[in-house]
């Protein structure tokens, strides 16, 4: 089945900084990689996500890379502001099995200092 | 207001006790997933469901048993056979051939 790993678990970055949370995944056959923000006590909410026929997508201070041949993905997030702060889970899925089951990475969790 | 009910957001279990956690939509999705997660290792698959009737064992089945006689509905019960069943549970949906899911709030679980 397919495996996920994601780096770093924490991050700490000021007020303003750009943050990057990289992942990586076993299945050559996936070919959709969403990202996910969880606040405290939350479920988590899709922010971003990225299909395999798409090497980049950006949405306003959001960014999201695609190197399939690598299998490793990343989130950029620039200008970074203290409501950023939270858990984000990488996800992958469309390999094998079932098409529309996501595995997750082990999540990061993301401190924004003022 | 679609979304997704998760219930209740706390729950208590005595040891040896089955629990119930509930969850209903009202998006009209096909598939409903169960994930367990612990601090530290992400969001671990348990059960899914893609139609009605019908569900498969994910990556952590055992200790829990799941229900879908509804398409709104997909109830996880905690059985006594879990043996370490304190986590905070999470209940998505998607459509069918979407592979975006929607997630409800949660509901965490303490054995007392």
């Known amino acids: 089945g397919e495996n996920v790993e994601q780096h770093p678990s924490t991050l700490s970055v000021q007020e303003g900084d750009s943050a990057v949370i990289k992942c990586t995944y076993s299945d050559s056959a996936s070919n959709y990689f969403p990202w996910y923000k969880q606040e405290l006590g939350k479920g988590p909410q899709l922010i971003i996500d990225i299909r395999s026929n798409v090497g980049e997508k950006k949405d306003q201070r959001i960014a999201v890379t695609l190197n399939k041949t690598a299998k490793h993905f990343s989130l950029h997030i620039t200008e970074t502001q203290p409501e950023d702060s939270a858990v984000y889970f990488c996800?992958?899925?469309?390999?094998?099995?079932?098409?529309?089951?996501?595995?997750f990475g082990t999540g990061t969790r993301l401190q924004v200092t003022l | 207001d679609g979304g997704i009910t998760q219930s209740p957001k706390y729950l208590f279990r005595k040891e040896g006790q089955n629990v119930t956690l509930s969850c209903e939509q009202n998006?009209?999705?096909?598939?409903m997933y169960w994930y367990r997660q612990d601090p530290g290792q992400g969001l671990r698959l348990i059960y899914y469901?893609?139609?009605?009737?019908?569900?498969q064992k994910g990556d952590i089945a055992e200790g829990y048993s799941v229900s879908r006689e509804k398409k709104e509905s997909f109830p996880l019960t905690v059985t006594s056979a879990q043996k370490n069943p304190t986590a905070f549970y999470l209940c998505a949906t998607n459509r069918q051939g979407s592979y975006g899911y929607t997630f409800g709030s949660g509901t965490r679980l303490t054995v007392v």
């Open positions: 469901s893609q139609i009605v009737n019908d569900f």
């Open positions: 996800a992958a899925a469309g390999g094998g099995g079932t098409a529309s089951k996501l595995t």
């Open positions: 998006l009209n999705h096909d598939a």
